[in-house]
């Protein structure tokens, strides 16, 4: 039996840890985020300057003017390129996690003219309120109570994808202004497979199809039977969107 104090990690074994820790400071850093945050808004600019409208897409300048302030309501990894598709005269809000990794997203997206507030997308309950969700949709209800649009993403990042939360509908109640179920696909892209989301990279020279579906109201005496039920509308109406948008993209009639 051995006796005396546990061995030591190696130093090669120590030293990668420190460099691996030391990296992602410098990566999260204000610095590095900006200059990440430029080149990924440049490289977003680049991509949809290259692409060809597909057939059959959506009028969406006419849908979000009508419908302004509306709740846009996306795909986790399908959002790359929507900040491209929105009237640049209508202000504009997402909503983006509270999460370190999230700061860059919000340089990115604050590059575009969009403010951001930052919290969580699911449930405003007892945990959806210690992530910030309560903050949050009190924020967003108060931005479209001043005619300002909210961009936010319907499934909630670690949860199942393509599965619309309740904040957005909680949103939707408190608020009264409408769901607008939307999808931007490119036809060419790279699917990020071990991403929770499939994260979809837009690739240029391609083909893009924009499909914003019809309004989704929810009642202001919704009850809980009521809300899921506007859940699973939400969750369909994205997903139809996103079908048809992929279709499309195809160049398929």
Request: aromatic fraction near 6%.
């Amino acid at each position: 039996m051995q006796t005396g104090s546990p061995e030591r990690p190696p130093v090669r074994r120590r030293w990668r840890k420190s460099l691996r820790r030391g990296l992602r400071r410098v990566i999260r850093g204000r610095f590095a985020t900006s200059v990440l945050g430029a080149i990924i808004y440049l490289g977003l600019r680049f991509v949809h300057a290259t692409q060809r409208k597909a057939a059959g897409s959506s009028d969406w300048r006419g849908d979000l003017t009508r419908t302004h302030p509306a709740i846009v309501a996306l795909w986790h990894g399908q959002h790359l390129l929507a900040p491209f598709f929105r009237p640049v005269e209508l202000p504009y809000v997402a909503l983006l996690s509270r999460s370190s990794d999230a700061e860059l997203n919000a340089n990115v997206v604050e590059r575009f003219g969009i403010d951001t507030v930052r919290g969580s997308g699911g449930r405003a309950g007892a945990d959806g309120s210690q992530k910030g969700g309560a903050r949050a949709l009190i924020a967003l209800r108060r931005r479209l109570a001043d005619r300002i649009g909210v961009c936010m993403i319907a499934d909630v990042p670690k949860g199942t994808p393509r599965e619309a939360g309740q904040g957005i509908v909680m949103l939707a109640r408190i608020s009264g202004r409408p769901v607008l179920p939307s999808a931007a696909v490119t036809s060419r892209r790279y699917v990020v497979k071990s991403s929770w989301d499939r994260t979809a990279l837009p690739l240029p020279f391609g083909r893009i199809a924009v499909v914003v579906g019809e309004p989704i109201h929810v009642p202001a005496d919704a009850d809980e039977a009521v809300m899921e039920a506007k859940r699973h509308e939400i969750t369909r109406a994205i997903e139809a969107a996103n079908v048809v948008a992929e279709r499309l993209a195809r160049g398929a009639a």
